[in-house]
């Protein structure tokens, strides 16, 4: 897989009074799933429509391996897309559909039915797309999507619709595509569907990004983990990890809440000193916290706080 | 082109409403023919009727079908959003406009041949006996008559061209029923204006210009000088008329957002 | 388990309920621009295709010259205030009070002049028939064009007639009139009214009709005319436009025993070609004139005395735009359901309105509603200014009463309105804008076209076409009646619809009332 990155640099478009991209600027690097992370409005999709030419930006430019999309020969084996998975005529049926767009990317249908066992479309591939759930759409779009085998792909909301199975299926399908070393933009207005998933985050708000960094970096700059214990022996314990180096708060009868030591450490140091323990768990702050402490400072900024607040939370 | 072309023609053949449509036209156009061929009585002879041209009569009907059918290859695309991933399989998009336009090529000469060849047998069969045929004076219907040729052919290319013009209104307006109004109020409305216009001058210039009735003087096969224009010019208007709706329509596409 | 209550009050699904339906309606259709917009433009394009029609319409004879005859020329109106020919040849003298003619007409022939040479003379004429050829005795108030007239004739065609004021016509006796079978034609006067009789032998008189002339005045010209209308020839089944050829032709009658009673003071006959003078663009032969001898008489003359239904240029022509506005029309009322498919918001349109005839009425009037007043202000100001404008350039305008145009503008918005309202029908069972507007516009639009426009079909399937199809309802623009005793191109490309108007109108109020039950029935049965 030849290495292809998505370069967005200072976008700005409005729609009419209404500024929907001011300076949206992020790369996607390959290898790895970026979240494109923000509230509904927050000009993601416009991003990836200005990002397959579809838009227009008044300014800014939008480079796929270093070329602007329209210059691409056969697009979509060079970057694949799934915008909105309702965008097709329901008459026809999802091979077929399928073929016409293989066809544009002089590929054939051998291609076609390839695409379509990997969404795991094989039994409706022959039927009309009319009467297809929300969740086989997306499939057939992630199909669509994967059917140039290109190194970058975009998907726009893709979770929307889907049952719980399907999310675990695409969280793993998105993950193995950026295993093959593809770069994948996925976005989505909830963080906690790409935990797991995005190895890198750009968060946006309104037409601008706010954060733009790994995972790792962004749960650690928020709040440190902490390890829940529960123990009949709650001040000898409190005791022994406070002499390693950790604080503890008392949460219950039988419950310490500890900060400052991995969990791992913690279990070694109580097992050593012999004091009995019924539960030990790792706390981890989630990326939605991180996420929604992050636009709390973007409102805040957005509403003429002073500038830097909004700290890019790494880089 | 050969691979946008190569798909547009699968989006045109993988619906099956294409299918039903161009069969809807054949059988109205013939239809409609073979009832005008009916309704034309001439018992005393010397009616000033072109029997080919009373034959194509089912061209003003079906023209109207043609122009769904084009329609649709454009704004099925915008009424379900389609069209976003069309303009990202193919970013140069007046490649794609092209490719539309000769991916309905083929389907509409097709079914134009059959429907003017049915309906010219048609007329060729029924008028005689309404005192239209060759024993009272009038040429008989063959196509292989310079002007009946003429008028045949022309009424082909007649339905290719309204095809081309509907798909540039379709193109420039996105909506299907904003645009199919368009193009049937230029067909249809302009000849009516055309006559009330109260001023000699003014409905001939009007039928020079409207694309239905000069587009339509190629049927004529008699009384070529009472015509408001000469047959090819006539289908040249059409001609600039379709030119004007695709350049329009393409010049739409390439500045818009999709 | 807890019950659930509704929190709703008790149904309303009474006037109230309704009343809400109209209001949803009307705000989705307010606030759509396109729509507004479409009305708004089909307003002014009416208006002004109007104002342009009636500063630049021309009849005919106008194009010849920078001023051509015609422009100048004013069709007369007779006593019923129509437009009237009165022209025809008169041998006549003075009645004073009460009195009678009495003549036997032993002949009636006719020619038609095929060419003329240059000083105007027909080079060569050839017999013809002609139906409404007519000969005969006549009582008229003066000699001006449209003065008030009765008469007892025979004709070419139609027997013996007694015809008064230009648009009056009663049979009398069948049959044509020759040296073997004449005709006694009797015409008398008492005051104000006049009795017609005939005969075929002189001595068994059938009254015919007695008609009153309201303020004849007590002197009046009466006699022996003869005319005949010019034929159109109809060049085509295929109807050939209003610019057919009309050949001149004239009746020449012979009159015998022509004996008076009466108030006839003593005088000579006279003879008067009575016309409309060098401007008219009536078209009349060239032999008219008469010999007396022996108390007979042989009289020719060509034009007529009847109503005046091809010279003139007839006011709704003014409405030319209606058929653009027509397209933005359709578009709107078929879309203002098939949005409601496309993008699922008929779903909640029922949910609001779970009775859902009900929610299909209340788009229906709201429809109506703004498309008919919309018709009505834009056909009122293209007839209410069009007209003077018409005036002003100089053409000869067809009167209208203020009834006949009240008619022709509330009735075309009435139509527009129908026809909104049958796309509307049609888009929701159709569901699909581009369908819907494709029927809705080769209904209504193209049979039109076919029919009174390009006129492609031949004229009796043309009429078949304006009784059944929803283009029906064009009579309505039918301004000038068509009359029997007037051989004319009463075809849809002149105006002439073979329906009366509120006949026609009602043929697409039922296309639409169907198209609506149609619709109600399939709304109430398929899922949404």
């Known amino acids: 897989m030849r290495d292809t990155t998505i370069e967005v640099s200072a976008l700005r478009k409005r729609f009419g009074p209404k500024v929907a991209l001011d300076g949206m600027t992020f790369t996607v690097s390959p290898g790895q799933v970026t979240g494109f992370i923000g509230p509904n409005g927050a000009g993601k999709s416009t991003t990836m429509r200005v990002i397959l030419g579809l838009d227009k930006p008044d300014e800014g430019t939008a480079l796929i391996g270093g070329r602007p999309y329209v210059s691409l020969r056969d697009p979509l084996t060079h970057v694949g897309a799934l915008l909105d998975a309702a965008a097709l005529q329901p008459s026809r049926t999802a091979r077929n559909h399928l073929l016409w767009l293989a066809y544009s990317q002089g590929l054939g249908g051998r291609r076609v039915d390839e695409v379509i066992a990997l969404a795991g479309l094989q039994s409706a591939a022959r039927r009309k797309a009319v009467g297809y759930s929300l969740g086989m759409r997306q499939r057939l779009g992630i199909a669509a999507a994967l059917l140039g085998d290109p190194p970058a792909l975009m998907f726009d909301e893709p979770f929307n619709g889907m049952d719980p199975e399907g999310i675990i299926w695409m969280r793993g399908f998105l993950a193995a595509l950026a295993a093959e070393g593809r770069a994948v933009l996925v976005s989505s207005h909830l963080m906690s569907e790409l935990q797991d998933t995005a190895g890198h985050v750009v968060i946006v708000g309104r037409g601008k990004v706010i954060a733009d960094t790994s995972v790792a970096d962004l749960l650690a700059s928020v709040s440190g983990d902490r390890i829940m214990l529960r123990t009949a022996a709650r001040t000898q314990a409190a005791a022994v990890l406070e002499r390693a180096g950790a604080t503890a708060a008392v949460t219950g009868p039988d419950a310490l809440a500890i900060a400052g030591l991995p969990a791992e450490r913690v279990v070694t140091l109580l097992s050593e000193s012999s004091i009995p323990f019924s539960e030990v768990t790792a706390h981890r702050a989630t990326l939605e916290q991180a996420y929604l402490e992050l636009t709390k400072d973007a409102v805040e900024y957005q509403s003429g706080g002073p500038a830097g607040l909004a700290g890019r939370a790494a880089s | 082109m050969r691979e946008s072309l190569h798909a547009e023609w699968t989006k045109l053949r993988t619906l099956a409403s294409t299918f039903w449509l161009l069969l809807a036209a054949v059988a109205l156009i013939v239809a409609v023919s073979a009832a005008a061929a009916a309704a034309v009585r001439c018992p005393s002879g010397g009616c000033a009727d072109d029997p080919a041209k009373i034959s194509l009569t089912g061209i003003d009907l079906g023209q109207a079908v043609v122009a769904v059918l084009a329609v649709m290859a454009v704004s099925g695309e915008y009424g379900t959003g389609m069209i976003r991933l069309t303009l990202t399989a193919t970013p140069r998009r007046v490649t794609v406009l092209a490719a539309k336009a000769a991916a309905l090529t083929g389907p509409v000469l097709a079914a134009g041949t059959v429907a003017v060849l049915g309906s010219l047998l048609a007329g060729g069969l029924i008028l005689p006996g309404h005192g239209i045929g060759p024993s009272h004076g009038y040429p008989a219907i063959s196509p292989s008559d310079g002007v009946v040729l003429r008028a045949g052919f022309g009424s082909v290319l007649y339905l290719e061209l309204v095809a081309l013009l509907s798909l540039g209104a379709a193109t420039a307006l996105r909506e299907a029923a904003v645009a199919i109004g368009a193009v049937l109020g230029l067909l249809y409305v302009l000849p009516i204006i055309a006559v009330f216009a109260g001023n000699a001058t003014l409905s001939r210039q009007l039928d020079q210009i409207a694309p239905m009735t000069a587009g339509l003087a190629i049927q004529a096969t008699t009384g070529l000088n009472s015509l408001p224009i000469s047959p090819w010019a006539g289908l040249d208007v059409l001609a600039a008329w379709a030119a004007g709706a695709l350049v329009l329509g393409g010049l739409l596409l390439r500045s818009r957002d999709a | ?528």
């Open chain 3, 1 to 528: 388990m807890t019950a659930i209550t509704s929190s709703r009050p008790p149904a309303s699904p009474g006037r109230a309920g309704f009343t809400h339906l109209l209001h949803a309606e009307w705000t989705k259709f307010r606030t759509v621009r396109g729509w507004v917009l479409s009305v708004i433009v089909a307003v002014l394009v009416t208006v002004l295709l109007g104002l342009f029609i009636g500063s630049h319409s021309h009849v005919a004879p106008c194009t010849t010259g920078p001023n051509g005859p015609a422009c100048r020329y004013v069709i007369p109106t007779g006593p019923g205030g129509e437009s009237v020919t009165d022209t025809f040849y008169f041998v006549h003298r003075t009645l004073t009070g009460d009195g009678s003619i009495t003549a036997e007409v032993t002949s009636l022939t006719e020619v038609a002049e095929s060419s003329q040479t240059l000083n105007g003379r027909p080079a060569r004429t050839k017999p013809a028939v002609v139906p409404w050829s007519k000969a005969g005795l006549i009582i008229t108030a003066g000699a001006g064009q449209g003065s008030a007239y009765a008469a007892v004739m025979v004709t070419g065609s139609h027997g013996t007639r007694m015809q008064w004021n230009y648009t009056g016509d009663t049979p009398g006796l069948a049959g044509r009139v020759s040296p073997a079978s004449p005709r006694w034609l009797r015409l008398s006067r008492a005051g104000d009214v006049i009795t017609g009789y005939d005969s075929a032998g002189g001595t068994n008189w059938t009254k015919i009709g007695t008609i009153t002339l309201p303020r004849l005045a007590l002197t009046v010209q009466a006699g022996l005319f003869a005319t005949s209308p010019g034929g159109r020839q109809q060049t085509s089944q295929g109807v050939a436009s209003a610019s057919g050829t009309a050949a001149a032709t004239d009746a020449t009658a012979t009159f015998d025993r022509v004996g008076l009673h009466g108030g006839w003071p003593a005088s000579s006959w006279t003879g008067t070609p009575v016309n409309g003078g060098p401007d008219s663009p009536y078209v009349t032969g060239h032999e008219a004139g008469y010999r007396g001898e022996r108390g007979g008489f042989t009289v020719t003359g060509s034009g007529d005395m009847a109503p005046d239904v091809t010279d003139g240029v007839a006011i709704d022509g003014l409405l030319a735009g209606l058929f653009i506005a027509l397209v933005a029309v359709l578009v709107a009322g078929a879309q203002f359901m098939t949005a409601e498919y496309r993008r699922g918001l008929i779903r909640a349109t029922l949910a609001a309105s779970p009775r859902r005839g009900r929610a299909l009425a209340a788009k229906a009037i709201v429809l109506g509603a703004v498309t008919f007043a919309a018709g009505l202000a834009g056909a009122a100001a293209a007839v209410v200014i069009g007209i003077p404008l018409l005036r002003a350039s100089g053409n000869p305008v067809y009167p209208a009463t203020a009834l006949t145009e009240v008619r022709l503008i509330a009735g075309t918005a009435a139509l527009v309105a129908v026809f909104a309202v049958f796309s509307l029908a049609v888009g929701t069972i159709v569901r699909h804008g581009a369908g819907a507007v494709t029927v809705a516009i080769t209904g209504v639009i193209l049979p039109y076209l076919l029919t009174a426009g390009i006129s492609v079909l031949p004229a009796g399937a043309a009429d078949w076409v304006l009784r059944v199809t929803p283009a029906a309802g064009f009579a309505i623009r039918q301004v000038i009646p068509a009359y029997p005793q007037v051989a004319a191109n009463y075809t849809p490309s002149s105006d002439f619809f073979p329906l009366a108007p509120w006949a026609g109108l009602a043929v697409t109020c039922a296309w639409a009332a169907l198209a609506m039950a149609l619709a109600a029935y399939l709304l109430h049965r398929r899922d949404a």
